[in-house]
């Protein structure tokens, strides 16, 4: 059997950097990354971004250069999805039943696009965007001379895509079952302000609407029936719904999870000498009053990469980073800093209408998040007053004329 020093199971944000993290904190010990996709680590925001829209090409979207990882002597096993593991034993299996053996495991595997399930969710046609396949079937789809794309799922990576799809000229249904955009992610103030965008640009909104089935002729995709009847024509679809955390095999194992995989503030889980990293790990966070959640984004996978590697080097410095997240739709540039997870109060800064402005959330007074629209200045001001856990003056947040970093 094969043995690695270190074994990182998922070769996305968390995977590579935790390889990185460990070449730079010193580790010159065998570092094997085992990963199911083909593609050596490449970046996941483009995909409903620059890469749909054809303003990126691949070979720009990879984390870093293909040679890299043979440079630092890291051993990328691509293909091979872990289908299982022996944590007593250390020992994981890949899917050609071959296995190999560990000193230290980081599990970063992310989660897998939730799927609708509903008549019709399997019909040809219908895609999710959660990796360059799916991102590269959307745009086949479109070569092939879709014209009407319905968008399942008000969130960013269907408003995202919604975007890109609109300046590729093509009509666009978004299907909401929640009375608003974003919903789960943010507040009223936000919300309102890229409903009108989207709008504005000629999007369909459909809010509070439930999904009857897919409708198909011949395999493929048709439309859209919606609860109540009416049909939606559809070349396309595109389902932006969530993911469910890939962790079957390190559940099946005996790490405790129930949401993702548990994992404390060194990104250990319950497991001896397994660790797990990104979106898949639930962890307490101090940026929302120690609640137990599980964050998706690029900034937390990649330091919790960061914390594990350097835990397993010795350096035990507990995860407490800075949260921060950015979307990008038409010519909008949204930086969200902090979590709103909780938020009592909103304030909003600026004139949404000029589209500069910022939405504030605080809670009990405190400034916990900012999502700022066109706004950097704010956003790299706004986030020292998180930091800070500064409780302003609620007429200065909202006054453009009185500096964010004039109220620390
Ligand atoms: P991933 O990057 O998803 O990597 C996990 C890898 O593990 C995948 O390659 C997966 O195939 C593999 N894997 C899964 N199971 C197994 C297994 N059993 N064996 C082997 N390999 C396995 N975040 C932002 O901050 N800003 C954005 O603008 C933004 N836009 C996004 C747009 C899209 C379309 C998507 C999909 C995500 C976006 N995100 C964005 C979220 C961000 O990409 C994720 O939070 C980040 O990729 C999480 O990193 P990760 O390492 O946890 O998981």
Redesign the pocket.
Same mark, same amino acid.
């Given at each position: 059997m094969d043995h690695s020093d270190i074994i990182i199971?998922? +070769? *996305?944000?968390?995977?590579?950097?935790a390889a990185i993290a460990l070449r730079q904190n010193g580790h010159e010990g065998s570092i094997t990354m085992?990963?199911?996709?083909r593609?050596a680590?490449y970046?996941?925001?483009?995909?409903?971004?620059e890469y749909?829209a054809r303003e990126k090409p691949f070979e720009r979207i990879h984390i870093r250069p293909p040679a890299f990882w043979a440079d630092k002597n890291i051993d990328l096993r691509l293909g091979?999805?872990?289908?299982e593991m022996d944590a007593l034993r250390k020992v994981v299996t890949?899917?050609d039943d071959s296995q190999m053996s560990y000193r230290k495991l980081v599990w970063? +595997? *992310?989660?897998?696009?939730r799927r609708l399930s509903c008549p019709g969710d399997d019909l040809d046609g219908v895609f999710t965007?959660?990796?360059r396949a799916?991102?590269d079937r959307i745009m086949a789809s479109l070569d092939a001379g879709a014209q009407t794309a319905v968008i399942i799922g008000g969130g960013?990576?269907g408003l995202?895509?919604a975007a890109v799809l609109r300046k590729l000229g093509r009509a666009v249904t978004v299907i909401e079952t929640q009375p608003r955009l974003l919903a789960r992610v943010a507040g009223e103030d936000l919300s309102a302000f890229y409903h009108d965008e989207h709008r504005a640009h000629g999007v369909d909104l459909r809010l509070a609407t439930n999904i009857e089935s897919i409708a198909g002729e011949d395999g493929q995709v048709t439309g859209v029936v919606l609860a109540g009847g009416e049909i939606i024509t559809a070349d396309l679809v595109i389902v932006?719904i969530g993911?469910i955390p890939?962790v079957?095999?390190l559940i099946a194992a005996g790490a405790s999870g129930a949401n993702g995989v548990d994992v404390d503030e060194l990104c250990r889980t319950t497991l001896e000498d397994v660790y797990a990293?990104?979106?898949?790990?639930a962890h307490a966070s101090d940026f929302a009053d120690g609640a137990v959640i599980r964050?998706?984004?690029?900034?937390?996978?990649?330091d919790?990469?960061t914390t594990t590697a350097r835990s397993i080097m010795g350096d035990k410095q507990p995860y407490r980073a800075f949260p921060?997240?950015?979307?990008?739709q038409y010519d909008l540039k949204l930086q969200t800093a902090g979590l709103s997870i909780g938020y009592d109060e909103t304030i909003v800064r600026g004139d949404p209408a000029e589209r500069k402005f910022s939405v504030i959330y605080l809670k009990e007074g405190r400034i916990i998040a900012l999502d700022c629209v066109n706004n950097t200045r704010d956003y790299v001001q706004g986030r020292k007053l998180i930091e800070a856990h500064a409780v302003p003056d609620r007429a200065a947040l909202a006054d453009t004329d009185i500096m964010l970093k004039s109220l620390l």
């Open positions: 199971v998922g +070769t *996305g944000h968390g995977g590579a950097h085992i990963g199911r996709e593609d680590p970046e996941r925001p483009p995909l409903s971004k749909l091979h999805p872990v289908v890949l899917g970063a +595997t *992310g989660g897998d696009a965007v959660r990796n799916d991102a960013y990576v995202e895509a932006g993911i890939s079957g095999p990293i990104g979106d898949c790990a964050v998706e984004s690029v900034q937390n996978a990649n919790m990469a921060w997240f950015w979307s990008n």
